[in-house]
């Protein structure tokens, strides 16, 4: 497994977020370097949710940047988003499709890991899976396959909302030890979790949005 | 390792719309009935005459193959909107314009074509003359992927609203009047022995445009409703 740019950054600068009139947070800024994590906290309602999608460049800042290795990231527009994976808050794989055609699908969307689907898929303990119907799959086994897209692109920076969402333990140390990898690989993460994230890396930026 | 080629995500991205529809057929199959019912019921409320079916044939042909694309449109974003796949096309390196084509040619093939396929049946049915039903055929090709195109601009706005479809309505069909003007009275005009390469030629202008500028527009439209 090749590693990632070490000299990568992903800077935001005075980000405001407003949301019905409501201010969700304000003037939050940080830095995020090759092997960091950014923990996203906050009580429900807070703009966990809205940060990380301003961040991916779904949605705009009210106020404030953001810059990847300098360049702002609406600029770079699809160039950001060759450097990021996405998984959200809904799962993004299509109930009437396969497993692998789901991942056929996602690896056409970024840029190609190299990994091969079935192998994605075997890491992610869904082997076997393949020719089923995602709509048979279990909701936590669901959550693993749309996990599995990060691991058939390759993308420096992950984003992900509440990726242990309707896991079981063993399908959490399972993430975890994808995301210690992507780290020592020098990669990137920005998380929000209800769930208590143990990784190895103890460079973790903490942010909460409730304080 | 390079990012996927276009043309691959492009291809991928188009199968993957035909087998999912494939796949709800059962779905997709509502606008094509439609089409056939409203168009096979006129004559039953109207009146059976061969004179006057003729008369109204081209409109009603049309009017139903304009209603029937209404019907389908929300289907070109609303589940991958629902299953968060938007998002990930969205997020995708690729410009999304162009895979906006794909997703607007998957769905003229799976709703536009079939209509092209059963509208020859539909004008035996209302008496069209040979000539009309030639002229029919021409105008349905140039102008059903008009009609998908516009509609997918429309789609895009209200794809993030709850109950976007009556707003959908009030803004596309407005757009969608100048295609059944010209495509209608192109039917009517051959049927009356006419010249309508005027018509026609208008009707593939409106194709033109709307190639030219439906996808990048359907694209801005996405990015303000998923903002």
Redesign the interface.
Do not use: N, V
């Given at each position: 497994m090749t590693h990632y740019d070490q000299t990568d950054t992903l800077e935001a600068r005075d980000l405001t977020c407003i949301r019905d009139d409501r201010s969700l947070f304000s003037e939050l800024s940080f830095t995020l370097k090759s092997g960091q994590v950014l923990l996203v906290e906050g009580r429900n309602g807070s703009g966990k949710t809205s940060l990380l999608r301003i961040l991916c460049g779904i949605r705009q800042p009210d106020e404030g940047h953001i810059h990847w290795n300098g360049g702002d990231i609406y600029r770079l527009a699809t160039g950001f988003n060759a450097v990021t994976a996405w998984v959200g808050h809904k799962d993004g794989i299509k109930l009437e499709l396969t497993a692998r055609e789901n991942l056929v699908f996602a690896r056409s969307l970024g840029t190609p890991s190299g990994l091969d689907i079935a192998e994605a898929l075997d890491a992610m303990e869904l082997g076997g899976f393949d020719d089923v119907s995602a709509i048979n799959l279990s909701a936590g086994q669901k959550r693993r396959l749309a996990l599995a897209r990060l691991l058939v692109t390759r993308s420096p920076l992950w984003i992900l909302d509440e990726p242990f969402t309707s896991l079981d333990t063993h399908g959490i140390s399972l993430i975890e030890s994808m995301i210690n990898k992507h780290l020592v690989d020098g990669g990137m993460l920005a998380v929000t979790s209800h769930h208590t994230v143990t990784l190895d890396s103890n460079d973790i930026t903490r942010i909460n949005l409730s304080a | 390792?390079?990012?996927?080629t276009l043309p691959?995500?492009f291809s991928?991205?188009l199968r993957?719309d035909l087998?999912?529809a494939y796949?709800?057929r059962s779905e997709m199959i509502n606008p094509l009935l439609f089409f056939v019912l409203v168009t096979a019921l006129f004559p039953l409320g109207i009146s059976a005459d061969p004179a006057l079916l003729r008369e109204i044939g081209p409109g009603i042909i049309w009017v139903a193959a304009l209603l029937a694309s209404l019907l389908s449109l929300e289907t070109v974003f609303r589940?991958d909107f629902?299953?968060?796949?938007l998002?990930?096309?969205?997020?995708?390196?690729?410009?999304?314009s162009v895979l906006m084509i794909a997703k607007v040619l998957a769905h003229w093939l799976i709703t536009g074509l079939p209509l092209l396929i059963v509208a020859p049946l539909l004008g035996v049915l209302l008496n069209l003359s040979t000539a009309a039903m030639k002229t029919l055929l021409l105008t349905l090709a140039l102008g059903t992927p008009v009609l998908s195109l516009i509609g997918a601009i429309g789609v895009a706005l209200t794809v993030g609203l709850r109950k976007g479809g009556t707003i959908l309505s009030l803004l596309v069909l407005p757009l969608y009047v100048p295609v059944l003007i010209f495509a209608a009275s192109a039917v009517a005009n051959s049927d009356a022995g006419l010249p309508v390469s005027a018509h026609l030629s208008l009707l593939a202008a409106l194709l033109v445009l709307a190639i030219s500028l439906s996808p990048a527009a359907t694209a801005a439209s996405l990015r303000i409703s998923?903002?």
């Open positions: - | 390792m390079k990012p996927a691959q995500a991928i991205l993957r087998t999912l796949r709800r589940s629902d299953d968060g796949s998002e990930q096309l969205l997020l995708s390196p690729h410009p999304l998923m903002s």
